[in-house]
């Protein structure tokens, strides 16, 4: 490994910068035709780590390539800046438990915490943005806590609220206990943990009949106190049963849970149960309406439990439901905070979600008789997105946004979309629509963007506003509006045109993912300010955004769902999906967890362009990445390592400016230009495909494989030793036309090595104000690259039977002799001529060493002669020489252009034969002389080496130029 590459970088950093190479690609394209791209707002509320990068980079790439092709791509930054992510940053850095700690300092202290607490890791954000070279506009960003963008927020909740879509309802909804508010579905979608939890059955003593039982089953025991019914299915068959002296009811198909002898006595339908009634669990509370008989229920289910669902409409959405639809009580015994109230004396303030509380239940229903078997149930349960605490499902008050009455809209604007991969549309993403919940929208917080809803304390009439000036204009006070947050905003009041009251904002903040959601159009302060670049599609839709796959929940979505919302159809027509990066133990990276690499450490070590090419490499966008450092070393050393080396080949022998164009009668540089050109194809259709990982790989390995092991190994001689000035002008040409046009395919995906190479070759300012390469399509010989197809499959064969009878390839050998069948392309008519066939039989007979050649058309084979005859043995050892010489003036740091003396004893039998080949000696080594070691000669390299058992010490000396 080099640490070459990070300074390098680090450089050219700087000379973006002081030269304003960004800026001047916008201002080359500005008035060319548009590319829309949107930034999702990253959350600044840590340390960034490697992970974060991962949507960065992809980000980066098509922006790039489309500005290079003629598009005009304005890239404005987004910080994500709200929410419960900042707030629990800095309840932990003061040391916060509950949402009491927060009132008691004051709202306003807090907030003012949260802002300092974002703009403490702006800087990072901003830095490790710049290091892996994702150009966006960081100078004109959008921040989702400024005031302009927020009043967007509530223009757009505005014109929900006239079309009826924003609603409060008494609901059960997904509550975090320890943050003290609801989370939408959306948020609960990617918080789910897998967890073994005890399951209960229970016996329900039925009112009238002795020793009879309804038996229900339970995986939440501290919901038991809020029972208020049981359900049924009115359809299913269900059985009373003997065990020993007691009779239980239960569904016929779930007669398996019974672990003890039974006997059938009665069986029935569901329906004949209903209004059957029995003695409460537990008389904690007096219910107002209907409580403690068995009621209708269609989701009950023959696939677990016992067919009885105990119902706690207080704590289970469906509960709720069907709680509603029968008229019964609602028993809310758990408070905010999620622990038991007063009322539920054994367990009052007890934590709900605290294990010890769920052992105590179960022993006082051993203590009853009424538990009838105990066992662990594994399913998936919900955890908050953010502070990782349980979930619990609760009866509260709030605000909802009625997406479900879009449904079949935001499935006609998903059908517009190209997802990346494809299966997302109508899979993953496309489920989530079909299954679209009202959006549970507002929070019980504190840094947030306020709910602009007033609601007058006399009368409750409710008004939403959506603007700042609305608002002045409406509030008893005459004061000049600078914050929209909390609490200065509380402090408004305003006059009910309705009875005269006063009207004060309610409570709660809304959810943050709404604030990235609507970043279309709160970016550019919409509708009171740039209203055409939405109206008049000019910023709008995206044709191009790329995220997490969390996101088809979280970013995706709210995106999608305010543009329906407002109308705008399809928010985005290409959306690239991305898999998350996995520690090395294949756990997502997050701080919690303190699994987090460094991305600094890694761009200091290996540098920014190796780890961009390691993430599109490594598997397809929307695949998980398990992030492994000798992975990325080892890419480093393969594609950008060969990349920089072929460079530093053409720079070594590039004696003097050469023009760079792809006409050559080579026949190596015929098939490399024609693999390149084809190239350039394929990669540039890939990238209108946004087939990011498919082209980088394309790309690797035609520099890995054609150009470096194939193309520079097998022209070197033309390099180092020309036959003619033609050879030499035609090789040039070839290379440098190749590694230049490269770099610019490569620009988007590596662009510091990219620019280096580039500045190397041309003097001009910047790779990334080059235009796009096209392919020549009449350079591209399908014929010829098949040909040389066979002649690497031929040279593969031979070297493995050279292998096989262990024959160096130093060693020349007499014969090879290979036949194709008559379809080969090798065998082809336009590869007929004796020339073409010459010398691709040319680049066989060097590859393998073989003094000679035939090949004919017939069965597939080759074959080797291995036999040595004494002039092929001598013939072996002076190139082995040779090599040796060559080796140690590498190692004496001398150019091709040095010339050396060299020096010799040892062996009387390799000395003759030194001299016997002093000619081809010098010529390949570029010697002026060759003499006898002495002990007092001084030398710069010397080596010993045995050469068939024959012993020889070998040195050199630079000749100094006269």
């Known amino acids: 490994m080099t640490p070459e590459f990070p300074k390098i970088e680090k450089e050219i950093l700087k000379f973006w910068k002081d030269n304003k190479i960004f800026e001047k690609t916008l201002k080359k394209t500005e008035n060319c035709p548009r590319l829309i791209f949107f930034d999702g707002p990253i959350t600044v509320n840590a340390r960034p780590g490697v992970h974060m990068t991962l949507a960065r980079i992809y980000k980066d790439v098509i922006p790039r390539f489309k500005t290079m092709q003629g598009f005009y791509v304005k890239r404005k930054n987004g910080w994500d800046t709200h929410g419960l992510p900042v707030e629990i940053e800095v309840e932990k850095n003061l040391g916060f438990k509950t949402k009491k700690d927060i009132e008691r300092i004051g709202i306003e202290k807090f907030n003012k915490e949260c802002r300092k607490n974002v703009q403490k890791y702006l800087p990072l954000f901003r830095d490790i943005t710049e290091r892996i070279a994702y150009w966006v506009d ?14 967007t927020l509530w223009w757009i909740i505005k014109q929900i609220w006239d079309k009826r879509l924003l609603y409060q309802d008494f609901k059960v909804v997904p509550y975090c206990p320890r943050c003290g508010t609801t989370l939408s579905s959306h948020e609960v979608a990617q918080g789910y943990k897998k967890i073994k939890e005890p399951s209960l059955y229970l016996k329900l003593p039925v009112k009238g009949e002795k020793n009879t039982y309804l038996l229900v089953w339970t995986t939440t025991p501290w919901t038991l106190p809020g029972n208020v019914a049981v359900a049924v299915n009115p359809g299913f068959s269900y059985v009373k049963v003997k065990v020993a002296e007691e009779f239980l009811i239960l569904a016929k198909g779930r007669l398996n849970v019974l672990d003890k002898e039974y006997k059938i006595v009665e069986e029935f339908k569901g329906k004949e149960l209903l209004g059957m009634e029995y003695q409460p669990l537990f008389d904690f509370a007096k219910p107002e309406k209907k409580a403690y008989s068995v009621i209708a229920g269609d989701f009950v289910s023959r696939d677990e439990g016992t067919g009885l669902v105990h119902m706690a409409p207080a704590f289970g959405e469906d509960d709720m439901q069907i709680g509603k639809k029968n008229n019964l009580s609602v028993i809310v015994n758990v408070d905010e905070e999620g622990k038991f109230t007063k009322e539920v004396k054994p367990w009052a303030g007890q934590s709900v979600t605290d294990e010890k509380l769920n052992k105590e239940i179960i022993t006082e229903l051993q203590k009853k008789k009424l538990l ?5 149930y594994e399913h998936d349960y919900p955890f908050c997105w953010r502070c990782n605490s349980k979930l619990i499902y609760y009866a509260k008050k709030s605000w909802f946004i009625k997406m479900t009455a879009l449904r079949e809209k935001l499935l006609t604007n998903n059908k517009k979309i190209n997802w990346v991969p494809s299966h997302l549309k109508q899979g993953r993403f496309g489920e989530w629509l079909r299954e679209v919940k009202d959006w549970a929208f507002s929070r019980e917080r504190y840094w947030g963007t306020p709910l602009p809803i007033w609601q007058c304390q006399e009368c409750d009439y409710q008004r939403c506003l959506g603007s700042i000036k609305e608002i002045e204009e409406l509030q008893t006070a005459n004061d000049k509006i600078e914050d929209l947050h909390r609490p200065y905003i509380d402090k408004v009041i305003l006059k009910c045109e309705k009875c005269g009251g006063k009207m004060k904002r309610v409570s709660q903040v809304i959810d943050v993912w709404f604030d990235s959601g609507a970043m279309p159009f709160s970016q550019y302060h919409y509708p009171f300010e740039n209203s055409d670049l939405i109206d008049e599609k000019i910023q709008y839709p995206a044709d191009y955004i790329a995220e997490a796959i969390d996101q088809t929940r979280g970013w995706f979505y709210t995106l999608l769902a305010i543009a329906t919302l407002l109308c705008k159809g399809t928010p985005y027509k290409n959306v690239l999906c991305l898999g998350h990066v996995l520690d090395a133990r294949g756990e997502k990276m997050s701080k919690s967890k303190g699994n987090i690499v460094d991305p600094w450490e890694i761009t200091d070590k290996y540098g920014a362009d190796a780890l961009r090419w390691y993430f599109y490499t490594l598997n397809q966008p929307g695949d998980s990445k398990l992030f492994s450092e000798k992975d990325l070393n080892n890419v480093l050393k393969r594609f950008i390592m060969t990349f920089w080396n072929s460079h530093l080949f053409f720079q070594t022998y590039l004696t003097k400016k050469f023009d760079y164009h792809d006409k050559s009668e080579d026949i190596l540089d015929k098939w490399i230009l024609s693999c390149f050109n084809r190239l350039i194809s394929e990669v540039t259709r890939g990238l209108e495909k946004y087939d990011i990982t498919g082209v980088t790989r394309k790309i690797e390995n035609f520099v890995v494989e054609n150009l470096s092991l194939w193309h520079i190994r097998r022209s070197r001689k033309r390099f180092q030793k020309p036959a003619s000035e033609k050879e030499l002008r035609e090789s040039t040409a070839t290379l440098g036309f190749i590694l230049l046009n490269l770099s610019k395919l490569t620009a988007p995906f590596i662009p510091f090595l990219s620019e280096k190479i580039y500045q190397d070759l041309t003097k001009k300012e910047s790779v990334h104000l080059a235009d796009w390469p096209k392919a020549n399509e009449k350079l591209i010989d399908d014929e010829l690259e098949n040909a040389m197809v066979e002649v690497r499959e031929i040279v593969a064969k031979a070297l493995a039977e050279r292998a096989k009878a262990r024959k160096k390839i130093k060693q020349p050998l007499s014969s090879l002799s290979s036949s194709s069948s008559t379809s080969s392309s090798y065998s082809s008519s336009s590869l007929s001529s004796s020339k073409s066939k010459r010398e691709l039989l040319e680049l066989i007979k060097e590859e393998i060493n073989v003094k000679k050649i035939t090949h004919k058309i017939g069965k597939t084979e080759t074959k080797l002669d291995t036999k040595i005859t004494p002039e092929l043995k001598e013939e072996g050892q002076v190139r082995e020489i040779i090599r040796h010489l060559q080796a140690l003036r590498k190692k ?32 390949e080594t570029k010697t002026k002389d060759l003499t006898r070691l002495s002990e007092k000669e001084v030398t710069a390299e010397e080596k010993k080496l045995k050469i068939d058992n024959e012993e020889l010490n070998l040195a050199i000396r630079k000749v100094d130029k006269k």
């Open 892 to 923: 004496a740091g001398l150019t091709p252009q040095d010339k050396i003396s060299i020096y010799y004893s040892g062996s009387p039998k390799l000395a003759k034969i030194l001299f016997k080949n002093k000619t081809l000696i010098q010529k």
């Open 372 to 376: 009838f078997r105990e066992e662990l």
């Open 138 to 151: 960081m100078d004109d960003p959008y921040t989702t806590y400024d005031k302009e963008y927020m009043e």
